[in-house]
């Protein structure tokens, strides 16, 4: 009687254990299915959201193609069609009126055609009457230029400093010389060449100002050294010659030199820096 109880209860142990496997095991299978199903309407989409990547790519692609196309026959046809200008008219001064005294020209060659901006540290009558300066907007002008380059040469002479003469100089057969080392003013100048700027355009408006501002840049380089940007040597030499008599040189640090002749040019910088080292010219 022990025996056939014991028997059922592993029996009935055995069949409870593979119902609960059994059971769990449909379970398993069932989540199996959803996941599957799942990933099945993920690769759906994903291949959906390809397909349109792919599709807006190629109607990138196309309309990218379709606008150089465009482009370029644009081009070409701007290429090819002639710019109507309209011919010049005598009467308004447009062209070579043959009985006008003066002809017009756009603005900005002002800056490019062939005239004197300065004489001495005023402007010209020329550069005045192309800039259509009034009287009162001359003395301005030249007022305030007279400022910039007085203020220019204070520093310049404050900075100076006697040196030996170069040993490139030595390349000339020179009896004697004298040399100064000016160091670059740019840090000194720059507030009040802004503020000259600053005072053209108040005074004569933006294009006229910027115009007439780099015409006078231009002259500063020529004729004022760039108003100190660079650091500068410069003197003179005086070289003994067969005759008996001595040539003057006016010298600078990279070893150039150019012979003073009679009658110099009275703006130019070696007359300034013959002045200024108190150089005897030529009559």
């Known amino acids: 009687m022990k025996k056939l109880l014991f028997f059922s209860l592993i029996v009935l142990t055995s069949w409870s254990l593979w119902s609960w496997r059994h059971a769990a095991l449909v379970a398993m299978q069932g989540t199996n299915a ?74 900005e060659l002002l800056t490019k055609v062939g005239y004197r901006v300065t004489q001495g540290e005023r402007l010209t009558d020329e550069a005045s009457r192309l800039f259509g300066l009034s009287s009162g907007e001359t003395e301005q002008v ?4 007279s400022h910039l380059l007085e203020s220019f040469r204070d520093v310049e002479r404050q900075r100076m400093q006697p040196i030996d003469p170069p040993e490139n100089w030595n390349t000339f057969k020179h009896d004697s010389a004298v040399a100064v ?14 503020d000259f ?13 910027q115009l007439l501002g780099d015409a006078l840049g231009n ?55 013959a002045n200024l080292l108190g150089v005897q010219l030529p009559p």
């Open 197 to 209: 700027q600053t005072g053209l355009t108040a005074t004569l408006g933006d294009t006229r100002g």
């Open 142 to 145: 030249n007022a305030a230029l």
């Open 181 to 194: 080392k000016i160091p670059a003013l740019t840090a000194d100048l720059d507030a009040l060449r802004q």
């Open 34 to 107: 959803r996941l599957g199903q799942e990933i099945a309407t993920l690769k759906a989409r994903q291949a959906e959201l390809d397909d349109a990547r792919r599709l807006r790519e190629v109607k990138l692609a196309t309309e990218t193609s379709h606008q150089l196309v465009e482009k370029r026959r644009s081009a070409a046809s701007a290429a090819t069609t002639p710019i109507a200008v309209a011919p010049a008219d005598p009467n308004r001064h447009g062209g070579w009126p043959a009985g006008g005294s003066f002809v017009y020209l756009p603005k």
């Open 219 to 273: 002259t500063f380089d020529a004729r004022f050294e760039s108003l100190g940007k660079d650091e500068r040597v410069v003197g003179f030499m005086w070289q003994p010659e067969s005759d008996g008599s001595r040539s003057l040189w006016f010298g600078r640090g990279d070893g150039s030199f150019a012979r003073v002749m009679e009658n110099p040019d009275p703006d130019s910088p070696l007359v300034y820096y």
